[in-house]
């Protein structure tokens, strides 16, 4: 629900806002999810993991806490950071309002630490309620601003805001009767003192691993704020939203589900599991994506407006790394299961600094935004794929199947590309893409309902979709 709220109003948006807007909201944007992705310490991650309902309530409030202090530590240092990490045409648009990064980031880290509580008691029906609350909040409030500040980028750093903690004050209500009153006694500060020394591997490896993750997707944005124009750094924020919308959705649908299976330790069981839901996604995606590839300026000037043409070209760059990520984003907590924090944070680290280094290289060389999006493009498709053959040697699965998720996908893109050639020569662009979209959309349905019986089968008997 939240995902298709979320696509059917970037149209509405995208005519409110202009990409100026949208890159000093990118920008602001980006320095919030970068502290708060860190917060916590990471604790969030641990609340699931002890046996007693009374230890995950304490590493709840350890990361609770935690939040609070970094909120109050971006509030003091705010304006030091402004001076270091702005320049002046971008520091006098966001002035006055740089200091809601520090409720921003107190919201966001609060939200994390409180959606842990209910994956760890299974509600996933109001993680989800809550998950999508967030965004539609957010989304109607940048709406009804946009048209009272005349699509300024006020309304959208400010409905953000408002979404955050709107989403925050539902999720509080919702989680706290999820906690027997009972269990409150159990808070004690030698027993969170005590459980942040067991869990510290979070805090050392996970907090680093998740902050250099942070700023290799979001450092970006600040770039592209102080060395490109902020039109294109409003292109790149359109887009990349639009790109990983399917990630999105997918990850934070699959990711608790898997956390939790996966916590029992037994890999190979989940082995024909993991490999059908890929395989559903390969299917279902790639050929359309390829489809996109060819179009997306057009598609982006037909459903945001001639201004947004341009951000077509970027989201046809961003799409190729899109596809390894959105196969195995949400296989991320293996690591924190198996315990290989460490590796996660070398990958990590090593991918972070080749990413950010060829973006930077691009823009110093070639002088253009376009060829350096291109190099950080071809970089993370590559570590999506050599971190989905770790995460599956991990698991000890086998090899083959990486071998033969490769050959579906580039079957299935050959069928697209070809369906979508044979039209362009018969019908104009927008036709041959309508199309091609009906062709394929009957082409997958009937395979699936050909080699699944109607019914989608995930891995293990009576499981099914």
């Known amino acids: 629900m939240s995902q298709v709220f979320t696509a059917a109003t970037m149209p509405v948006l995208s005519r409110i806002y202009n990409p100026l807007a949208y890159g000093v909201w990118a920008v602001f944007m980006s320095a919030a999810l970068i502290v708060a992705a860190v917060a916590t310490f ?70 994390a630490s409180l959606s842990a509580w209910l994956v760890r008691t299974q509600e996933f029906l109001c993680y989800s309620i809550t998950q999508t609350f967030l965004p539609i909040s957010s989304i109607l409030a940048q709406i009804c601003l946009g048209v009272l500040w005349t699509g300024s980028a006020i309304g959208l750093i400010l409905g953000s805001v408002i979404g955050q903690v709107a989403a925050l004050a539902w999720l509080s209500r919702t989680a706290l009767k999820k906690i027997p009153f009972s269990d409150l006694q159990v808070l004690s500060w030698s027993k969170m003192a005590e459980l942040s020394w067991k869990y510290r591997v979070y805090p050392i490896f996970m907090t680093p691993y998740t902050l250099v993750g942070a700023l290799r997707e979001r450092v970006v944005y600040l770039i592209l704020g102080r060395f490109g124009s902020k039109g294109e750094a409003g ?6 939203r639009l790109v ?22 037994d890999y190979p069981r989940l082995e024909a599991t993991v490999a059908n839901v890929m395989k559903l996604m ?31 070209v970027y989201a046809a760059i961003l799409s ?43 823009i110093w060389y070639f002088q253009s935004i376009l060829v350096a999006v291109s190099m950080q493009s071809a970089v993370m498709t ?43 020569v018969f019908l104009e662009e927008m036709y041959s893409v309508i199309a091609g979209a009906l062709i394929l959309f009957i082409l997958v349905g009937s ?3 050909k080699t699944e019986g109607g019914l989608f089968r995930f891995g293990m008997p009576g499981k099914k979709l």
């Open 235 to 240: 292109y790149y924020s359109l887009s990349a």
């Open 244 to 265: 990983n919308m399917p990630n999105s959705l997918l990850s934070s649908s699959l990711r608790p589900v898997f956390f939790q299976e996966a916590s029992g330790r």
């Open 382 to 424: 590559v570590y999506y794929l050599l971190w989905l053959a770790v995460v599956f040697k991990i698991l000890r699965f086998r090899r083959s199947l990486s071998g033969r998720l490769l050959c579906l996908a580039v079957g299935w893109a050959a069928v697209s590309v070809l369906v979508d050639r044979i039209l362009c």
């Open 42 to 111: 990471r604790y969030e991650l641990a609340v699931v993991l002890p046996e007693d309902h009374g230890d995950g309530l304490n590493l709840l409030l350890v990361g609770l806490l935690s939040t609070l202090a970094v909120s109050l530590l971006v509030l003091i240092l705010l304006p030091f950071l402004c001076s270091v990490f702005l320049d002046r045409s971008l520091a006098a648009e966001l002035h006055g309002w740089l200091w809601l990064l520090p409720l921003q980031v107190a919201a966001a880290g609060a939200f």
């Open 282 to 312: 390969v299917i279902v995606v790639v050929p359309f994506w390829a489809l996109f590839l060819f179009h997306a300026p057009s598609l982006f000037a037909l459903f945001f407006g001639e201004p947004w043409r341009e951000a077509g």
């Open 320 to 362: 190729v790394p899109a596809i390894p990520s959105l196969l195995g984003n949400w296989l991320d907590r293996t690591f924190d299961v198996v315990g290989r924090q460490r590796l996660a944070f070398t990958l990590e680290t090593i991918f972070a600094a080749v990413s950010i280094t060829a973006l930077l290289s691009g």
């Open 447 to 449: 395979y699936l309902l």
